[in-house]
């Protein structure tokens, strides 16, 4: 049996209104219509664009609908399926997301923020068989993630300021049955992964002569995965 891969999709732009702008307009409004409080919510450009003015790190936060996608993408492939990918969400806000081995992520995006809402404040989505299908933890470091969690031999970032390949090369040159590599991607609109994110990382790769989005990178990586491994559909 090969070795499992993960896949962390690292300081993602998700997380719940902190507690400074809940009290924004924008905020308030948003609440009202979806019948939450304003500190359930999901920080989201679309609606709190005016409320995020000045917040640090703006351009990294806001986008939930980027982690919905790298979840869609990366949970319907074979190598998920066949529990060979273990997958990790770390937030821009040292939060960690667990991904249990039987979850089927809402292709609704709308299911899916309830969903997000839910594991905010319960800390963990069970199955009604009682398998636990996401947990969250806070204050974990990404340094903490990748030295004591996934111990993989080899953290491999996604990034348009890394060396210049192609996905087929990357994973031939570093995947293996013996070997359990960790593939970093960012999960954020746009910019680079922070110092505390690149320095933690074996080395940084682009596959694209132009940025490419998460769901893309991963499409491409994941698929270059399964021929390395001879997986079969």
Not at 23 to 29: A, E, L, M, Q
Not at 169 to 184: E, I, T, Y
Request: aromatic share 6%.
């Amino acid at each position: 049996m090969p070795q499992p891969l993960s896949l962390v999709i690292a300081e993602a732009a998700l997380e719940t209104v902190p507690k400074k702008l809940t009290d924004h307009p924008s905020v308030r409004n948003h609440a009202e219509k979806t019948s939450r409080k304003p500190s359930e919510i999901l920080l989201d450009r679309s609606y709190h664009h005016a409320a995020m003015k000045g917040m640090q790190s703006d351009w990294k936060r806001g986008r939930p609908d980027i982690v919905h996608l790298a979840l869609v993408e990366a949970l319907a492939t074979p190598l998920f399926k066949k529990g060979l990918l273990k997958m990790y969400i770390h937030t821009i806000n040292d939060k960690l997301i667990l991904i249990g081995d039987n979850l089927r992520i809402p292709k609704s995006y709308l299911r899916f923020e309830g969903l997000m809402i839910d594991l905010f404040k319960n800390k963990a989505i069970k199955s009604r068989e009682g398998q636990l299908l996401l947990e969250l933890r806070d204050n974990i470091t990404f340094g903490d993630l990748v030295k004591n969690m996934i111990t993989a031999e080899r953290i491999i970032a996604l990034s348009t300021k890394g060396i210049r390949t192609s996905a087929d090369q990357l994973v031939f040159q570093n995947v293996s049955d013996s070997r359990h590599c960790a593939f970093v991607i960012g999960g954020f609109p746009k910019g680079h992964f922070s110092e505390d994110i690149s320095s933690l990382c074996d080395c940084t790769y682009s596959i694209g002569s132009r940025g490419l989005e998460g769901h893309v990178v991963i499409a491409r990586i994941l698929y270059e995965c399964e021929r390395a491994l001879s997986l079969t559909y």
